[in-house]
């Protein structure tokens, strides 16, 4: 696949996704409103084994990004080369999310692994848009899983904008759960974090 031309590339992609599509998880998807031009209702395990057979090149990230097809937007970040992806169109990206489900699998994919993750996760956490902030919420669950210890100034930062997140009304309950597993996930880091989230979660009760 890798010599042929990008839209031909594209072609034998959707070739492989009829080949594994699953019509009643489709169907599930649009019902919860996964309202995609075309979901084939392929689950992520199976895009994962079928991104190790496809091209990881910027150019068709970044032309599977743009489809309204389901499958091919959560194809983009498993292909994108991490050492193409600056700040700037990791920025673009997250403004362009659709879903849930997208946000996810950009952080786990892509996100996470960059040199800038950190400062993008800062940023967004204070964001308008709910979605930004899930994305900023998954990202530093991620990067406190792998151990990153945040300074005073950020972890005092960080627990500000928890405690808005947990307490504001008419919040997606996804979004609370999200914040709330990255606080626990926080407090894994060592006994002052544990400290500090126990004291903001008896705060919250």
């Not at 080949?19 to 489709?26: D, I, K, R, Y």
């Not at 673009?92 to 489900?101: C, D, G, P």
């Not at 956490?125 to 100034?153: C, D, N, T, Y």
Request: charged share 25%.
């Amino acid at each position: 696949m890798q010599n042929l031309p990008l839209e031909d590339q594209i072609r034998e992609i959707k070739k492989m996704l009829r080949a594994t599509m699953n019509g009643v998880l489709s169907g599930s998807m649009r019902q919860q409103g996964l309202t995609y031009r075309v979901n084939f209702g392929v689950d992520q395990p199976r895009l994962i084994e079928l991104s190790d057979e496809i091209p990881h090149t910027a150019a068709l990230a970044a032309k599977l990004w743009k489809e309204d097809i389901r499958e091919l937007r959560l194809l983009a970040p498993m292909l994108m080369p991490r050492d193409e992806m600056d700040e700037e169109l990791a920025l673009l990206w997250i403004e362009q999310l659709h879903f849930a489900e997208e946000a996810q699998v950009l952080v786990m994919h892509l996100l996470c692994h960059l040199p800038f993750a950190s400062d993008i996760a800062f940023r967004l956490v204070a964001s308008e848009q709910p979605i930004s902030r899930l994305v900023a919420w998954l990202l530093l669950g991620r990067l406190f899983m792998a151990q990153h210890r945040p300074s005073q100034r950020d972890a005092d930062e960080l627990l500000d904008h928890l405690e808005s997140e947990l307490t504001a009304q008419g919040n997606d309950p996804e979004l609370k759960r999200t914040a709330l597993n990255t606080l626990y996930k926080f407090m894994d880091l060592g006994a002052a974090e544990t400290a500090r989230g126990e004291r903001l979660l008896e705060s919250l009760s």
